[in-house]
């Protein structure tokens, strides 16, 4: 089955940019879309079909996809942004979801 | 507004099983298929399957196939999950998510904490 890799953690200063990065085989191929997690909520989608953000997600929120890494970006990070970070995929041939392990994202 | 609304806590023994609900409303039920996503304590989130709003077809995930059973009642618009055979493994928070056009989950519950502990 296919395998989603993130680094478990990534640290960011607020205003300065937070880089969340996603591995897999050639996930250049496929749409990534990406979840905010904080606990006791439920996940919010920040980023589909690798670059569009939802209504309601602020700007600062990029993505993109290409080779075998697609990469979630935070741009002037704020307090509120403090969460874990899941990137998905849909295995269209299998017809199976696949999530990343998941980033925690903390703001120092 | 899209809600999905979905059942309280539960405590259950080893080996006995639970069903957690999930109401959807704000939207058109048979237009959108409802996934169900878990989250083990420390873990990261881990798709168990889907089913089909009009037809009730499911597609569950190999690790959850014989026991898991995922239905929905069109007349109160709210999805079921069904775990059998608990085990301590399966404490997790459950989720009951939408999917979006394609591939993607555009709403999800709140969460149901399922603990199973003798």
């Known amino acids: 089955s296919y395998v989603l890799t993130q680094p478990p953690s990534v640290s960011v200063a607020p205003g300065k940019t937070a880089t969340i990065t996603c591995g897999g085989d050639n996930i250049g191929s496929k749409s990534v879309h990406w979840y905010q997690h904080k606990p006791g909520q439920a996940p919010v989608l920040v980023i589909y079909y690798d670059r569009d953000r939802p209504s309601g997600i602020p700007e600062r929120f990029s993505g993109f996809n290409s080779g075998r890494t697609a990469t979630l970006t935070i741009s002037r990070v704020e307090g509120g942004d403090e969460a874990d970070y899941f990137c998905?995929?849909?295995?269209?041939?299998?017809?199976?979801?696949?999530f990343g392990p998941g980033t925690k994202v903390t703001v120092l | 507004q899209v809600q999905l609304v979905q059942s309280g806590v539960e405590v259950k023994k080893p080996g006995a099983s639970v069903r957690v609900s999930c109401k959807a409303s704000?939207?058109?039920?048979?237009?959108?298929?409802i996934h169900w996503v878990r989250q083990a304590p420390g873990q990261g989130l881990e798709w168990m399957g889907w089913i089909g709003p009009s037809s009730g077809a499911t597609n569950y995930a190999h690790k959850f196939q014989g026991y898991v059973t995922m239905t929905r009642d069109t007349s109160v618009s709210s999805f079921f999950l069904e775990l059998n055979s608990l085990k301590s493994d399966d404490t997790a928070v459950y989720y009951c998510a939408r999917r979006g056009i394609s591939g993607y989950f555009d709403y999800w519950g709140q969460g149901t904490l399922v603990t199973v502990s003798s």
């Open positions: 998905q995929v849909w295995e269209t041939s299998s017809d199976r979801y696949v």
């Open positions: 704000g939207y058109t039920f048979s237009d959108y298929y």
